[in-house]
């Protein structure tokens, strides 16, 4: 059972950084993407940005391209989002997803993590 649990939300001014993580178990991973999705309210979900674990490969979306940087750490497991110059239309539920190299839809989520960007 794939399962991914995200971290490092919270509270930053405009202009501040922050960066995310998650956590990936259950899977082999060499075999993923991960993805980056954020909600925010009253909004669909907007997807971000993913990376292919076993190239490295990247990918971003016009909104978040030269502020976010999608990363992974295959030892751990762990993929993240580091977030520049955060404006308050950042804020959201950021959420890390994997799909599998062969599937065009993101099938595992995790719970969510709230970052706030306060103006």
């Known amino acids: 059972q794939v399962q991914m649990v995200e971290s490092g939300g919270g509270l930053v001014q405009a202009g501040g950084s922050l960066r995310l993580s998650c956590a990936a178990s259950?899977?082999?991973?060499?075999?993923?993407?991960m993805g980056w999705f954020r909600q925010a309210p009253g909004k669909e979900r907007e997807f971000l940005s993913e990376?292919?674990?076993?190239?490295?490969?990247?990918y971003y979306s016009d909104s978040v391209k030269g502020r976010f940087t999608i990363s992974s750490d295959n030892a751990k497991n762990t993929v993240y989002l580091q977030m520049n110059s955060l404006k308050p239309e950042d804020t959201a539920v950021y959420y890390c997803?994997?799909?599998?190299?062969?599937?065009?839809?993101?099938?595992?989520w995790g719970q969510g993590t709230q970052v706030t960007v306060s103006s």
């Open positions: 259950g899977g082999t991973f060499s075999l993923y993407y």
């Open positions: 990376i292919r674990w076993s190239t490295g490969w990247t």
């Open positions: 997803a994997a799909r599998r190299v062969a599937s065009v839809n993101y099938n595992y």
